[in-house]
T-cell receptor, first 115, second 115 residues
């Protein structure tokens, strides 16, 4: 199984809502990533978990809160988002963060619209 | 500033034409280099990678790329493109510099192959 799954595929939320994005992989990968991709732009790294510990936070606003409950799951909790946060949110995983080839497997993304 | 540059934003080719997409990066030290492809309506997937060893790497679907360290380049090539190669191509660099982990994508090149 070389798949990264993400739910939901689409999400519309108001600025006062609380929602969560979910990501799952069963490849035994120990590094998992959240990216944000705006239209016609490249993915931008937000967070990286390595062995279920938050290793990298690319100065992301606190209204985005990541969580890694176990080695297969990665969540992104959203609260009090702004319209400019509307984007495609991509999850990815790789075998390891620092050791070995660090090619990433991407999920299909969650398309988020903040009203 | 450290960056990944893809100079061709849009490329249009006829089938059977040869392809070369440029990628230059400005990170020092050890880097891992990747090309990802995003076909219409599909998620990002790895095309090829350079980790170490032979600087000429071969990927899926007849693509290859050459790492030229002195030029900080990792250009993607294919001798003869097909209509099915129509997609967006992203170069990516993974580097650890000054204790900071980076996984940066270039701005992407949209390739359209005319049948």
């Amino acid at each position: 199984d070389t798949e990264v799954t993400q739910t939901p595929k689409h999400l519309v939320m108001g600025m006062t809502n609380k929602k969560s994005l979910k990501c799952e992989q069963h490849m035994g990968h120990r590094a998992m990533y959240w990216y944000k991709q705006k239209a016609k732009k490249p993915p931008e790294l937000m967070f990286v978990y390595s062995y279920e510990k938050l290793s990298i936070n690319e100065s992301v606003p606190s209204r985005f809160s990541p969580e890694c409950p176990n080695s297969s799951l990665l969540n992104l909790h959203l609260h009090a988002l702004q319209p400019e946060d509307s984007a495609l949110y991509l999850c990815a995983s790789s075998q390891d963060l620092l050791a070995g080839p660090r090619d990433q497997y991407f999920g299909p993304g969650t398309r988020l619209l903040v009203l | 500033a450290q960056s990944v540059s893809q100079h061709n934003h849009h490329v249009i080719l006829s089938e059977a034409a040869s392809l070369e997409l440029g990628c230059n990066y400005s990170y020092g030290g050890t880097v891992n280099l990747f090309w990802y492809v995003q076909y219409p309506g599909q998620h990002l997937q790895l095309l090829l990678k350079y980790f170490s060893g032979d600087p000429l790497v071969k990927g899926i679907k007849g693509f290859e790329a050459e790492f030229i360290k002195s030029k900080f380049s990792f250009n993607l090539r294919k001798p003869s493109v097909q209509w099915s190669d129509t997609a967006e191509y992203f170069c990516a660099v993974n580097a650890i510099t000054s204790g900071t982990y980076k996984y940066i994508f270039g701005t992407g090149t949209r390739l359209k192959v005319l049948a």
